[in-house]
């Protein structure tokens, strides 16, 4: 009995196993990652870390993938969300209730964002009015400065600036990646959306916009 005692005592103090040193190690290496990015994103260096999000799915909807509009099957209640103007005005999204709105969340260092803006600016010319309105909201961390030299820089005319250099929009509509769009009601709630860049004033996206503004409601 005493040989027994003294063997588990000599395996003991031998300390943990090869194997369970390296899953220690394995969760240290994701421990101290998670911990990176997150401190990145606090810092506003991680924008470029956010990956396109997957495209989401409801009961009785199609199956629709990333460049997609989603149409869901019930429209959602979501958060009066804050943003601000060029001239710093805070704004809140309830200030467009009676109207369709197609909100653009969108980066200068988002080069998939960027590309599809001139779409969204012919969109908001072509289809803009009292019922229907594009706003086109930049995340950039560093304000209205670069956004403001892009929209110029592109003959963005018809779009008006906002920006909201906080992770809070992101958050409200639960979006992980860049660009994407979300279409409101004219109560304010969430009807589709679209994750990716789109043609925004191609005859097809355009028709189902018109949907929407006219009431209208297609299968797909």
């Known amino acids: ?9 000599g395996k003991q103090s031998q300390g943990p196993s090869p194997v369970r040193l390296g899953i220690y190690a394995a969760l240290g290496v994701l421990s101290a990652a998670s911990g990176f990015y997150t401190a990145l994103w606090l810092r506003g260096g991680g924008e470029r870390s956010l990956s396109p999000i997957v495209a989401e799915r409801e009961a009785g909807s199609a199956a629709q993938g990333v460049g997609q ?10 958060p009066d969300l804050v943003f601000s103007s060029a001239d710093g005005k805070p704004h809140h999204l309830s200030e467009w209730r009676g109207k369709v709105v197609l909100l653009n969340l969108w980066a200068t260092w988002c080069a998939p964002c960027k590309a599809e ?12 009015s009292d019922a229907f309105t594009v706003l086109a909201i930049s995340v950039d961390r560093g304000g209205m400065d670069k956004p403001a ?29 860049l660009p994407v769009s979300v279409i409101f009601d004219k109560e304010g709630r969430e009807v589709a959306r679209l994750i990716g860049p789109a043609d925004w004033d191609g005859p097809r996206v355009t028709a189902q916009i018109e949907e929407f503004i006219n009431g209208r409601r297609s299968p797909g």
């Open 149 to 177: 030299s892009f929209f110029a820089s592109n003959s963005i005319n018809h779009l008006t600036l906002y920006n909201d250099n906080t992770p809070q929009s992101l958050t409200d509509l639960r979006v992980s990646g």
């Open 117 to 128: 803006m001139p779409s969204l600016d012919r969109l908001q010319a072509k289809l803009g």
């Open 69 to 78: 509009l989603i149409r869901r099957a019930e429209p959602q209640t979501m």
């Open 1 to 9: 009995m005493k040989a027994i005692d003294e063997t588990k005592k």
